[in-house]
């Protein structure tokens, strides 16, 4: 193996890719984080057996895979984890402080992609429906409905754009106080995107406010979803407990239900009444119609009832 033209400790070797994923490609906090996290543990396994990342042959890689799987991690991780390293030693090899790339031999383990978790039409009715009830409870604290309120407009502005949950939690107060029939989101890498907004999202924004207003909200931040966090704005995990917590009240099991079911409900369920691949690629915000393609199934399941349902042939 030639040796790297630089020697420096793994932490600032990840902290230099970290830094090319943020400003060339864009990533956002939760991309990074992420990154970091499998690429720290790497570390730590050559770190374990005396090696580093500056010096670590193919062996080294296979072997902190091979242990992976050894020890039970599904094969999405794995193949997650192998990403990691693919990408940081193809950079550390374009920049010069690798003289080689040990990870390009590496196959990845072979794995299926999976379906989406969808909730069907009347499940997302049903959770719909439970929000309000929740609202309206006769014996609710005005905390108590205050807190329903947010939770129906979360969930009525989930289902009505599929933003991301970073997405949604983060919408500015603005957002709720227009009258314009049209959000801008800024999602990955910061670019910007526009979705519509639906009737029913607009109603839940306006009833939510209204109860902002009267629980005393004289100095209004900034944010649609305030809170106390560090970020000023509802967290992603403080939304999904409440969420799996409503699924519950609706009979619908709360392993099913997660904000990220929710999105890819609202992408199924364009496709599946007729929208454009295209058209809910633009809506998520995919970067590349690749992504967008998991729900081609719902595509193939629609053309098969078309066909069944139109073509003159048909038994009947």
Not at 125 to 132: H, I, Y
Request: glycine share 8%; hydrophobic share 45%; proline share 4%.
């Amino acid at each position: 193996m030639a040796a790297p033209a630089r020697q420096h400790t793994d932490e600032t070797l990840i902290a230099l890719f970290l830094d090319m994923l943020a400003a060339e490609r864009g990533a956002g906090k939760n991309t990074l984080d992420a990154y970091r996290r499998d690429l720290d543990d790497f570390a730590a396994a050559l770190t374990a057996t005396g090696g580093t990342i500056a010096a670590a042959a193919t062996q080294d890689i296979r072997g902190y895979l091979g242990e992976m799987a050894a020890r039970g991690f599904k094969t999405t991780t794995v193949a997650r984890k192998l990403s990691a390293i693919r990408q940081l030693y193809r950079f550390l090899y374009s920049e010069n402080r690798r003289g080689d790339d040990p990870a390009a031999v590496i196959e990845g383990p072979k794995r299926g992609r999976g379906l989406p978790k969808v909730l069907s039409i009347g499940q997302v009715d049903t959770l719909l429906k439970e929000a309000r009830v929740a609202m309206a409870a006769p014996a609710a604290s005005p905390a108590q409905r205050l807190r329903a309120a947010r939770l129906a407009c979360l969930l009525e502005t989930l289902y009505a754009t599929g933003l991301r949950v970073s997405e949604l939690v983060a919408l500015p107060r603005s957002a709720a106080t227009g009258r314009a029939q049209m959000l801008t989101v800024r999602g990955k890498g910061g670019k910007e995107r526009l979705v519509p907004l639906n009737d029913a999202a607009k109603r839940a924004m306006a009833d939510y406010l209204a109860l902002l207003a009267q629980a005393g909200d004289a100095k209004p931040s900034k944010w649609l979803f305030p809170s106390f966090g560090e970020s000023g704005y509802l967290s992603r995990q403080h939304f999904a407990r409440e969420l799996k917590d409503l699924a519950a009240m609706a009979g619908i099991a709360a392993r099913n239900v997660s904000p990220h079911v929710l999105r890819h409900a609202f992408a199924s369920h364009l496709l599946h009444n007729g929208a454009d691949l295209r058209v809910v690629q633009t809506l998520l915000g995919h970067a590349d119609i690749s992504t967008t393609q998991i729900y081609t199934h719902v595509l193939e399941e629609r053309l098969k009832s078309l066909v069944r349902d139109l073509h003159p042939l048909t038994d009947t």
